[in-house]
């Protein structure tokens, strides 16, 4: 497995490799989703890059990127464990070298604005920028991405559409624990009796989903109610929930045939994202 930091050094490789690679990028602290998109990686190319940068254009609060976990060994272990071919590991000056205020930012205007980015003004942006970065340098054929952070997905999929990538995207669903929560580098966050409660976010957004007659707009609202007042109890502090048609991520419409439930809460402090997807049945 080559370790690669600097983008001189990239370049030359890339040069030999065309663009024959599959790239995965993280932000480190590899955990078994990470492992199921190598897993997927390993089937589809012969090359599997991995990068790791904790990209701090993407992060809302400096505390929120000081306080992401970081793991470099036992990540690099788990990789090479794992037949990873490529880890590019740059540092912020390397990826950022004129300061992070003046860099040229991509923005997908289509979702830039909504959902997480609400919340999160400078996420979205922070992450096409920097796919953007990784594409030019990589040329990969395939990337691949986890379905747990949905919106994340979307913009990658139409910044490869509208700004004309030759690479395809590829999708996987979101590794769970035996518990149901959705694997993230943010659980390392929680302690026991939190990660306990966290196991409610995906109990409560099945239950959700069962309930759901999505023509039925006046029943949604009052399911919806329910719902959040079960996460109350639970002293989980509901910041989003939404349902959206999951091929625009508008709101569901007549023509609607996919929908995804889409959920941001904070147990204490820690953000957890998740989401569901949903058939909608026509009456
Ligand atoms: O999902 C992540 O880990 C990050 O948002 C990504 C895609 C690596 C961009 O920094």
Redesign the pocket.
Known sequence: MKIIKKIKKLIKIIKKIKNNSTLI????NIHNGHLELIKQSNLLSKITIV?I???K??FNSLKDYLNYPKTIKKDLKKLKKNKVNIVFIPNQKEMFPNGLYKHTIVSVKKTSTILENINRPK?LN??ST??CK?FNLIKPKYAI??E??FQ?LYI?KTLVKELNYNIKIISIPTKRNKNGLAIS?RNNLLNSKNKNIAKYIYKYLLQFKKKIIFQDYKNIKKIKKNILKKFIKKKINVESLKIRDSKNLKKIGKKSKKAIILISVFIEKIRLIDNIKVNIKKK
């Open positions: 990028p993280t932000m480190g990068s940068f904790i990209n254009l993407q996420y922070g992450v920097i796919i990784l991405f986890g747990k952070d994340q990658i580098s």
